[in-house]
């Protein structure tokens, strides 16, 4: 079975400071990675994914995320955060070429400061 | 182009009760996944349906179903409507059964009192 693990339940950082969200992650088999974010009261839009290839990824608002198979891991990072980034993030993981099963983490609350 | 739909948005029964939600996919995308999202946690895979079959089901118990119809748009419905099952229901579409992308709608909030 496949599980994810967000280490950190809440993140507070200060405008325009660097910030990384981590992501662990249990899988017997190969995977796809995801990161989305939710804004209050909306759904889930996705931020970045890992399928295959470069193990660096780059998705929108500035943020990427490095695919690390040998620590199982897939953290988040932006070199500088607004305000307008305060969300909860989730990592999620599949089956590589399965079906649309994702297992998605405890989440991240982002708290961006002035 | 409109995004995942989803209706009502919000909606309050009481428990015993049954409940359907509805869910209008991006149009061309042919996979509808249900997840509910409880209050301070992650979502949690409910089912997937695509081609307007059952590919996928979650751990959860069998008062939960859901069904795709022939223009792809998705009901999800609940029987016995427990306090356990306040949340928030959400409907993601896809293109394919594995591209991993899911397009998110707002989804419909259930209060069971």
């Known amino acids: 079975a496949q599980s994810v693990t967000q280490l950190d339940s809440q993140v507070p950082v200060f405008e325009e400071a660097p910030v990384e969200l981590r992501c662990n992650y249990s899988s017997s088999v190969s995977v796809y990675l995801f990161w989305y974010v939710q804004y209050p009261n909306q759904g889930l839009q996705l931020l970045l994914k890992y399928l295959s290839g470069s193990t660096l990824v780059k998705g929108i608002n500035g943020f990427e995320a490095e695919f690390n198979k040998s620590q199982t891991s897939f953290h988040l990072r932006k070199p500088s955060v607004h305000i307008s980034d305060t969300a909860e993030y989730f990592c999620?993981?599949?089956?590589?070429?399965?079906?649309?099963?994702?297992?998605f983490g405890a989440g991240t609350r982002l708290a961006v400061h002035p | 182009d409109a995004g995942v739909t989803q209706s009502p948005t919000h909606l309050i029964k009481t428990r015993g009760q049954q409940v359907t939600l509805r869910c209008s996919p991006i149009s061309g995308h042919k996979s509808v996944s249900w997840y509910q999202q409880v209050l301070g946690q992650g979502p949690q895979f409910i089912f997937q349906y695509y081609e307007k079959e059952e590919r996928g089901r979650g751990n959860f118990p069998d008062r939960f179903s859901a069904r795709q119809f022939p223009n792809y748009s998705s009901e999800l419905n609940v029987n016995a409507l427990l306090l356990g099952d306040s949340a928030l229901y959400l409907c993601a579409s896809s293109l394919s059964r594995a591209t991993g992308e899911l397009f998110f709608g707002e989804g419909s909030r259930l209060t069971v009192l």
């Open positions: 999620a993981v599949s089956d590589a070429g399965g079906y649309n099963k994702l297992i």
